[in-house]
């Protein structure tokens, strides 16, 4: 079975309230009635009313079984607008300007989940990644146990033609844009986190790199060994090789060839990839011309789920999201005893 649709069915089996603050978007929308058809979430749409409501019309999508919420006449903004002034007081926000910004779809909806109203958000295909985990970042905060807020794709390879099957684990291919040594071993462990709860398998690790256990000899291949040896001291029962090409993580034969030691043995199900001009392109080239299928960019390192999409996404695109979201919920309850 593919992961995806184990990631569905276990978000079937106990749905979580996903609010999406994009609902004027006919794709989200879409992906909304067919949460809400299949059980996988309860879906709260946060909104212009009137906006969603003619489209929905338009659209012929009947909105039962979601909740619809417009900030503008809200009673849960008002408490939000002071959440949000003690947050931000710090960094010069006067609670005039926190009551405008908790009116914005994107911060309403980031605060419901931080409040608990909701277990998770998705937005991003309207808005830019860049504001989506912004708003994240200073609305819901980071896990305590990660010192960085990165993302990752889950990349399905599932066509006839695809010699390597399955779910792999792409970081950071949407946010941190040139992660020292210390930030990428936070990723790594991170992603191998993301491994666990979504694929399910223990996760093994490819730092990656144009240096296979340094037969290049560059500052940049430094970072990415120092990266890996930080992760192996944090993580000693993780398998992590670093630094390794893109051949050697994913290829036994050629692994063998190049890394005898490895402790992935080419079946890495976890990428990493050294700066997000190599993951933004790594991950857009296994879709657009390898055929796989992207969900995301996921973030982690978040106190709560809070997700991103391509502004490229379809509506299938953001049904696996919320289905993601609700299993990363589940972990976040799991967590804290839930
Ligand atoms: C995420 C991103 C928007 C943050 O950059 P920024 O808005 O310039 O953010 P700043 O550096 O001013 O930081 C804003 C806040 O977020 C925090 N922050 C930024 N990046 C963070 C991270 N990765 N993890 C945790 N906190 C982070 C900062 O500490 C700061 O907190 P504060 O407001 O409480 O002081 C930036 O990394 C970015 O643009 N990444 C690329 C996104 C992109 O375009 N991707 C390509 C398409 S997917
Ligand atoms: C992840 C990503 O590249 O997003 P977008 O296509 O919206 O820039």
């Given at each position: 079975m593919k992961a995806i649709n184990r990631i569905i069915d276990r978000a079937r089996a106990r749905p979580g309230r996903v609010v999406l603050?994009?609902?004027?978007d006919p794709r989200v929308l879409q992906a909304a009635l067919r949460a809400t058809r299949e059980g996988t979430a309860h879906i709260l749409l946060v909104g212009e009313r009137q906006r969603i409501t003619q489209l929905a019309e338009d659209e012929a999508i009947d909105l039962g079984g979601m909740t619809l919420i417009d900030p503008a006449d809200s009673p849960l903004a008002a408490g939000y607008a002071e959440t949000l002034f003690r947050l931000r007081e710090k960094k010069g926000m006067t609670l005039a300007q926190a009551q405008q910004e908790v009116l914005k779809p994107l911060v309403f909806a980031n605060m419901m989940v931080r409040a608990g109203d909701a277990d998770g958000s998705v937005a991003g295909a309207v808005h830019t990644t860049a504001d989506v985990v912004r708003t994240a970042i200073q609305v819901i905060g980071t896990d305590p146990s990660f010192k960085l807020v990165s993302s990752f794709f889950l990349m399905m390879m599932c066509e006839p033609f695809h010699s390597l099957k399955g779910g792999l684990i792409f970081s950071d291919c949407g946010l941190v844009v040139e992660p020292n040594a210390e930030e990428l071993s936070e990723i790594a462990m991170a992603a191998a986190d993301s491994a666990r709860t979504l694929l399910g398998e223990e996760p093994r690790v490819a730092m990656l790199s144009f240096s296979t256990s340094g037969s290049a000899k560059h500052a940049a291949v430094d970072k990415v060994t120092a990266a890996a040896e930080r992760v192996k001291a944090m993580r000693p029962g993780l398998a992590i090789d670093g630094d390794v090409q893109l051949d050697a993580a994913i290829v036994a034969e050629i692994a063998n060839r190049k890394l005898p030691e490895s402790q992935v043995k080419g079946k890495a199900n976890v990428l990493i990839f050294p700066n997000l001009e190599a993951g933004n392109i790594g991950y857009k080239l296994a879709e657009r011309v390898g055929g796989a299928v992207a969900i995301g960019p996921l973030l982690q390192g978040l106190a709560k789920p809070a997700n991103d999409l391509s502004r490229g996404c379809s509506s299938e695109d953001v049904f696996h999201v919320i289905a993601v979201t609700v299993v990363q919920a589940h972990e976040v309850a799991a967590k804290a005893g839930g």
């Amino acid at each position: 079975m593919k992961a995806i649709n184990r990631i569905i069915d276990r978000a079937r089996a106990r749905p979580g309230r996903v609010v999406l603050c994009e609902g004027d978007d006919p794709r989200v929308l879409q992906a909304a009635l067919r949460a809400t058809r299949e059980g996988t979430a309860h879906i709260l749409l946060v909104g212009e009313r009137q906006r969603i409501t003619q489209l929905a019309e338009d659209e012929a999508i009947d909105l039962g079984g979601m909740t619809l919420i417009d900030p503008a006449d809200s009673p849960l903004a008002a408490g939000y607008a002071e959440t949000l002034f003690r947050l931000r007081e710090k960094k010069g926000m006067t609670l005039a300007q926190a009551q405008q910004e908790v009116l914005k779809p994107l911060v309403f909806a980031n605060m419901m989940v931080r409040a608990g109203d909701a277990d998770g958000s998705v937005a991003g295909a309207v808005h830019t990644t860049a504001d989506v985990v912004r708003t994240a970042i200073q609305v819901i905060g980071t896990d305590p146990s990660f010192k960085l807020v990165s993302s990752f794709f889950l990349m399905m390879m599932c066509e006839p033609f695809h010699s390597l099957k399955g779910g792999l684990i792409f970081s950071d291919c949407g946010l941190v844009v040139e992660p020292n040594a210390e930030e990428l071993s936070e990723i790594a462990m991170a992603a191998a986190d993301s491994a666990r709860t979504l694929l399910g398998e223990e996760p093994r690790v490819a730092m990656l790199s144009f240096s296979t256990s340094g037969s290049a000899k560059h500052a940049a291949v430094d970072k990415v060994t120092a990266a890996a040896e930080r992760v192996k001291a944090m993580r000693p029962g993780l398998a992590i090789d670093g630094d390794v090409q893109l051949d050697a993580a994913i290829v036994a034969e050629i692994a063998n060839r190049k890394l005898p030691e490895s402790q992935v043995k080419g079946k890495a199900n976890v990428l990493i990839f050294p700066n997000l001009e190599a993951g933004n392109i790594g991950y857009k080239l296994a879709e657009r011309v390898g055929g796989a299928v992207a969900i995301g960019p996921l973030l982690q390192g978040l106190a709560k789920p809070a997700n991103d999409l391509s502004r490229g996404c379809s509506s299938e695109d953001v049904f696996h999201v919320i289905a993601v979201t609700v299993v990363q919920a589940h972990e976040v309850a799991a967590k804290a005893g839930g």
